[in-house]
């Protein structure tokens, strides 16, 4: 099992197929309210279309490979990861994972301060080999042709990819379903997980929690509350009929635009994520055809979660545990929620900018938190 390098380039004819499809766009009239209450407003989806035919895939793709980009097979499905090692011997192994409608992209801009940060006006004491990889069914990762793979099957393929590298110690990041993932692959491997930092800690509140929060849970219960009722609908749509949706997304650029783009519109903080950097984005899913199989891991992973916080906290989390919460995150979390569950809680930072994709809004401050979060680990961990 060795990796091999993996280098992308997208066919013209799928280029000129995606041309063609977006000069024939059929849209829908305007929304009839003033807002977004209705899902993304065909403003925002015009100015996407309109950006999209002016996006240049192939500079994406440059990019890209120059990237150490790699694919091996994980548990019979090949799996594709960018490998970055530090220039500094003693950097310590850390192993990023994206959620949805995310991809391995969110990470672009930090691998360099991360891997290399005295180029970056850092220290050489702050270094990391970074691993990333894609989920299944995600970017160039196989598409599962069978039921099972959720974020528990996940984190136990990420501890063998990081076995195949040589890391049997790592620290772990991640966000959305990256959170899920890497809070399981602590669970799971505590004595080789360093420590786990979170942008979205997966702990709920207590039933008691609602009798008596403090004024700033109870603005946390209400958003969760609101999203759950009025933005979770695209999640409940994936986690039963995925494939039903993944028939749009596979055949319509514009409607791939639209799911994604809501998301990325509803979820970022006030400066949001570039239409650029959108578009990366959702020409990987077009390109890779991944916006059904993507679509699966709802419904894989909404059947593998724990169904109450009280079945959260009998999965407890043992290894040193760093939060960064970004005041967007759809999902806040209190702090005595998280520490029921991470028994380990070291920081918790509650920061003033950013939401759900700090790579992407918020590059610098994410590279801040991950670099002090894991200072206090490195010392035991000798890779």
């Known amino acids: 099992m060795v990796p091999e390098p993996f280098e992308i380039h997208v066919a013209d004819h799928d280029l000129a197929d995606l041309r063609t499809r977006l000069d024939h766009v059929r849209l829908p009239e305007p929304e009839t309210v003033p807002d977004a209450t209705q899902g993304l407003e065909l403003r925002r989806l015009t100015a996407l279309i309109d950006e999209w035919r002016r996006h240049d895939w192939r500079a994406t793709e440059a ?32 192993l990023l994972t994206h959620g949805w409608p995310g991809s391995v992209l969110e990470f672009e801009q930090v691998l360099g ?5 005295v180029a970056h006006g850092g220290s050489a004491r702050d270094a990391f080999h ?26 136990r393929a990420w501890a063998e990819l990081m076995t195949v590298l040589g890391y049997p110690r790592f620290a772990a990041h991640g966000g959305d379903w990256g959170a899920h993932v890497s809070t399981e692959l602590a669970r799971c491997f505590p004595e080789r997980v360093a420590g786990l930092h979170l942008t979205m800690p997966v702990a ?129 979390t209190a702090r005595r929620w998280a520490e029921r569950r991470y028994r380990d809680l070291r920081t918790w930072h509650d920061l003033d900018r950013g939401g759900h994709f700090p790579g992407l809004e918020q590059p610098a401050l994410l590279v801040s938190e991950i670099r002090a979060a894991f200072r206090e680990v490195r010392d035991r961990t000798t890779e």
């Not at 650029?276 to 990987?284: E, F, S």
């Open 113 to 117: 301060p991360l891997t290399d940060p």
């Open 63 to 94: 990019r890209w490979n120059a990237i150490p980009h790699y694919r091996v097979h994980l548990d019979r499905l090949g799996i594709a990861f960018w490998h970055v090692r530090s220039p500094e011997p003693s950097a310590l192994p850390l």
């Open 204 to 332: 709920s509140p207590m039933p008691d929690d609602r009798m008596a929060p403090t004024p700033d849970e109870q603005r946390m219960l209400d958003r969760r509350d609101r999203h759950l009722a009025d933005g979770y609908g695209f999640g409940m749509l994936m986690g039963t009929r995925p494939q039903t949706i993944g028939y749009a997304l596979l055949d319509s650029p514009a409607g791939l635009a639209a799911w994604l783009g809501e998301k990325f519109a509803a979820y970022a903080d006030a400066d949001g994520v570039s239409l650029t950097q959108q578009l990366d984005t959702i020409a990987l899913y077009w390109l890779t055809g991944t916006g059904a199989s993507s679509a699966r891991w709802y419904w894989e992973a909404l059947r593998w979660v724990p169904r109450s916080a009280e079945e959260e906290n009998a999965l407890p989390i043992t290894v040193p545990t760093f939060c960064s919460l970004f005041p967007a995150e759809p999902w806040p």
């Open 130 to 155: 970074v691993v990333v990889p894609a989920l299944p069914g995600f970017g160039f990762s196989d598409r599962p042709a069978e039921p099972g793979w959720h974020p528990g099957r996940t984190a």
